[in-house]
C-alpha cells in the first residue's frame, strides 16, 4: 500500500523566515511526485512535479527537491501570502493510471 | 483558459437522499478523476475517467457510489441513500491524459456536501 506522509502537520512561520516542509513517500516505483497548494475553500493548486532523485524545481520563493525516499518544499523569505495547505501527492509506476496518493497536507501560516 | 468547474458548489441533504455532482473537466482533457477530502484526511481517489474507456472504480468505498462521464467529457458523481460519513469536499480533476508520461492533474473547486 502506497504511503505518503507529511511533516510537520502545521508550522507557523514569521515573514521573512525561510524553512522547509517533508514529504516522505513510499513506493514500489515512483512516476511522478507532486506538489500541491490549497487554499481554505479551494482546489488544490499544481505547484511541481518531480520524476527522479536529485532534481529540483524553483517557483518565486518555493523550491522542491526530490530524494529517492522523500521530497523537501523550500519556502525562502517567505510572505503572508505563502500561506496555505501544501499537500504532496505520489503515482506509482506499477498503477496503470496515473491516480495520485495525497499526504495529509502541512497548513503553513505566516505572520507579517 | 477555462478551468475544470464543479457545481453546486455547496449541497446540504438529509440523510437517506441521492445526490449528483457534477464536473466539467478542461476542454481537450481525456483522463478525468473524483477525489473524496475529509476532514482532517488527505484527498482519496475514488474513480478514473479515459476517454470513452470503461471506469476505473477501484477507489468507491460503497455500491451507493457511481459515476458516469458522458461523451467523454462532462461526469456526474452519484451518492444514493447518503449516510453522515458522506459528508466531505468533492473534487474533480482532469489531464491531458492519464496513460503513458506522467500528466498533471487540474483540480475543480470542489463540491462541499454536508448530510445531516
Known amino acids: 500500500e502506497d504511503q505518503v506522509t507529511q511533516s510537520p502537520e502545521a508550522l507557523r512561520l514569521q515573514e521573512g523566515e525561510s524553512s522547509s516542509l517533508n514529504c516522505s513517500y513510499t513506493v514500489s516505483g515512483l512516476r511522478g511526485l507532486f506538489w500541491y497548494r490549497q487554499d481554505p475553500g479551494k482546489g488544490p493548486e499544481f505547484l511541481f512535479t518531480?520524476?527522479?532523485a536529485g532534481e529540483e524545481k524553483e517557483k518565486e520563493r518555493l523550491k522542491a527537491t526530490l530524494t529517492k525516499k522523500e521530497s523537501f518544499l523550500h519556502i525562502t523569505a517567505p510572505k503572508p501570502e505563502d500561506s496555505a495547505t501544501y499537500l504532496c501527492a505520489v503515482q506509482e509506476l506499477a498503477t496503470g493510471f496515473q491516480k495520485l496518493v495525497f499526504g495529509t497536507g502541512t497548513r503553513l501560516l505566516v505572520s507579517p | 483558459g477555462a478551468g475544470v468547474s464543479q457545481s453546486p458548489s455547496n449541497k446540504v441533504t438529509e440523510k437517506g437522499k441521492d445526490v449528483e455532482l457534477r464536473c466539467d473537466p478542461i476542454?481537450?482533457?481525456?483522463?478525468l478523476y473524483w477525489y473524496r477530502q475529509s476532514l482532517g484526511q488527505g484527498l482519496e481517489f475514488l474513480i478514473y475517467?479515459?476517454?470513452?474507456?470503461?471506469?476505473?472504480k477501484s477507489g468507491l468505498p460503497s455500491d451507493r457510489f457511481s459515476a458516469e462521464r458522458t461523451g467523454g467529457s462532462v461526469s456526474t458523481l452519484t451518492i444514493q441513500r447518503t449516510q453522515q460519513e458522506d459528508s466531505a469536499v468533492y473534487l474533480c480533476a482532469s489531464s491531458f491524459s492519464g496513460q503513458g508520461l506522467s500528466q498533471t492533474q487540474y483540480f475543480g473547486p470542489g463540491t462541499r456536501l454536508l448530510v445531516l
Open positions: 518531480l520524476y527522479s
Open positions: 476542454s481537450g482533457h481525456t483522463a
Open positions: 475517467f479515459q476517454g470513452n474507456s470503461a471506469p476505473d
